[in-house]
């Protein structure tokens, strides 16, 4: 797995989202971090050194949720997303198919429907263990007959 970009995540974010997204944590919320300077969607590196002066706890919450979001965005997670919006939220379903970029429909749909974004993550896990589920050969281990005996099985 690559390792997390924070300035490279937080870039692929619409400006106003972004701020949506982050201004609900304590350290960046009332007036900590000013948000009207923020409003280019490349310029990033103040938003990043907010973070990185963020308590430990909440930098490592802020990571955790925008790494989710970053692994949602392929083409697999946005498709359950699409899904349990129809089941659960239609009247959200044609303002979040208006949204041109797959970050931003992952950060949406987290700000205005958290109940699909976690449905998301549990089938987005899910897809990934089954993915990587393979049997790893050692060919170099013996392999010698289990005979099956009180001791053994004691």
């Known amino acids: 797995m690559p390792a997390f970009d924070l300035k490279a995540t937080l870039k692929q974010i619409e400006p106003q989202l ?3 997204l982050l201004e609900n944590f304590p350290f960046l919320s009332g007036g900590r971090f000013d948000w ?7 310029d990033v590196d103040r938003l990043a050194s907010a973070i990185h002066g963020c308590p430990k706890a909440e930098q ?3 990571a955790l949720l925008l790494q989710t979001c970053t692994s949602l965005r ?3 997670g946005l498709k359950v997303i699409q899904q349990e919006l129809s089941q659960r939220s239609p009247e959200l379903l044609a303002t979040w198919k208006d949204i041109k970029r797959s970050t931003d429909k992952v950060v949406w749909t987290y700000l ?3 109940e ?20 790893k050969k050692w060919p170099g281990v013996e392999c010698k007959k289990f005979e099956p005996s009180r001791e053994r099985i004691d």
């Not at 699909?116 to 049997?135: G, H, N, P, Q």
């Open 18 to 20: 972004r701020r949506q």
């Open 60 to 62: 490592l919450e802020i």
């Open 36 to 42: 009207s300077t923020a409003g280019k969607s490349r």
């Open 74 to 76: 392929g083409s697999c």
């Open 116 to 135: 699909v974004f976690k449905e998301a993550i549990v089938f987005a896990r899910a897809d990934t263990l089954a993915l990587r589920a393979r049997w």
């Open 112 to 114: 205005n429907a958290r």
